[in-house]
């Protein structure tokens, strides 16, 4: 059984930092690339940042500078540094597992920047 579990979420305030983890389970972590992705309150659920197998990375334009996405493939983890965070980074943040046309989800974790 596949699981990709988020953690990390919370309430913040704007400029401070987060880090989200997001620990898979039931996959051969190291060669699914991996993302992170977030949906705000009526809008489309978007990428924010993907690793791939080999570690290269692509970001969002709105989070480039501020987001880190790394993983850990001893630990089947993937995280997401958020710093200086803004009140438009609240969203509920997703977890995406994805090996070719194989890709699953995690349950997401809210983030909430207050002004």
């Known amino acids: 059984q596949v699981q990709l579990v988020e953690s990390g979420g919370g309430l913040v305030q704007a400029g401070e930092s987060l880090r989200l983890s997001c620990a898979a389970s039931g996959i051969r972590f190291s060669i699914n690339a991996m993302g992170w992705y977030r949906q705000a309150p009526g809008k489309q659920r978007e990428l924010v940042a993907r690793i791939t197998s080999d570690g290269s990375t692509n970001y969002a334009d709105s989070v480039k500078g501020r987001f880190t996405i790394s993983r850990d493939n001893a630990k089947n983890t993937v995280y997401l540094q958020m710093n200086s965070l803004k009140p438009e980074d609240t969203a509920v943040y997703y977890c995406?597992?994805?090996?070719?046309?194989?890709?699953?989800w995690g349950k997401g974790t809210l983030v909430t920047v207050s002004s």
């Open positions: 995406n597992a994805k090996y070719f046309v194989t890709e699953y």
